[in-house]
């Protein structure tokens, strides 16, 4: 396996998960989350000229998923209690009977 060059994008990224934690954003309320990175966006492009547009696309993408990801963060929130944090049921068919528990497909025998 080949060694990753560290690149300006790479240290962009780090300094820009490095901001949104120092700064609370994942605390947040979505309003406020959006106009920060905007204004952060603008501060990026101006610390890291050399970036290209589609650099700086791909760097505001990673940070919109790092400060709203697909599972939130925090303890007990994960993908088998989708249904508690979002309020939608999982895949369709199955269910979680109990915390701790693996999800079960209708029809599938129930243990005693």
């Keep these: 396996m080949g ?3 560290y690149t300006t994008l790479d ?3 780090d300094e820009l998960f490095s901001h949104i934690q120092r700064c609370d954003v994942l605390d947040a309320k979505v309003e406020h989350q959006k106009e920060w990175l905007e204004e952060t966006m603008e ?3 101006e610390r890291y ?3 290209t547009k589609l650099q700086l696309a791909q760097l505001e993408a990673m940070g919109r998923r790092y400060i709203r990801p697909a599972i939130p963060h925090g303890r007990g929130k994960n993908a088998t209690t989708r249904e508690r944090w979002t309020g939608e049921p999982g895949e369709e068919g199955a269910a979680v009977a109990s915390e701790g528990q ?11």
């Design 3 to 5: 060694k990753h060059e």
């Design 11 to 13: 240290r962009a990224r």
């Design 43 to 45: 501060f990026m492009a």
């Design 49 to 51: 000229p050399d970036l």
């Design 102 to 112: 693996e999800p079960v497909t209708e029809g599938e025998p129930q243990p005693a």
